[in-house]
């Protein structure tokens, strides 16, 4: 018996699924265990106590992505340059090796840099989604968006990665809402509950054009004047700063985009990217998994081991 458990480890959380030879999800687990909760030396303990079982069976192989791979992480997988595909992840994974503790079958997917107007971009784990979102699709020519803290906007021909730019709009929400003095005015316990005309009243403000770092200060004032109720008013700071990346990209002749993120954050953006008049379609934890088994098959055939 052949099989996958295919890992997404990030900063905060971490993520697995157990999948078969035909590419099929059997069973996922995930643990509040993210990159930045583990101490030096600390990844191969966290990896057993969450996955060992799974990898005690035999024929069972592992491959991971995200910050995992990066310098704070359990091995440092070097960025893959642009343009990056299938290919160029699957033949460039780095082995664990001596850092598992048991000689696992354990390799990590490198992640893409690109540079454009001078400046460098870095990506680790939205490289997967891409690759698994371009097969669900059955395509190999995509504009893919993916929302989050660091949100990802990708341009994809020929089923390789062009490039990419990053907006830091889900940092500043958190930052705006949390530690500034629009803390005072947002619940938050309203950041999971849309009030959708106060969310459209945020993108439209936005496309306005005066520019988030005055707009933001209208969460405050309309809090003062009360004209805006307070469970309102985090959908608000949400309109502006998700209105706010979407203005300052190209969004004439976009045709469909991909979104691949948490439901509630792509609902978000699929409904700001629909107010522009942008079609999209949106995809969550199965396009990692996807794009984690299609770069691991693709690795088993340039090494011939199936």
Known sequence: MSRLLAID????????????????????????????????????GVFEATFGDWMDVPGTRCLMAGMVGSRQGWVEAPYRPCPAGLDDYAGSLQRVGDRSSRGRDIAIVPGATCEHDGMPDVMRGEEIKIVGVLDLLGTGDARIVS?????????????????????MSGEFYALLSRHSILAHSVSDDADDALDEAAFDSGVERAFAGRGLLQNAFSVRTFALFERMPA????????????????????LEGTGAVALVGADALTARFARALASRGVVSRSFGDEAAWRGLWCIDRRRCELEGTR
């Open 147 to 167: 929302p989050g803290t660091h949100s990802k906007w990708c341009r994809v021909e020929g089923g390789r990665l062009i490039a990419f730019s990053t907006a």
């Open 231 to 250: 469970a309102a008013r985090a959908s608000y700071l949400s309109g502006l700063v998700i209105g706010e990346e979407l203005r300052g990209r190209d």
């Open 9 to 44: 480890w990030g900063s905060s959380s971490l993520r697995g699924a157990l999948i078969d030879d035909a590419g099929a999800v059997l069973e996922q687990r995930s643990a509040p265990k993210g990159m930045l909760t583990v101490d030096a030396g600390g990844f191969d």
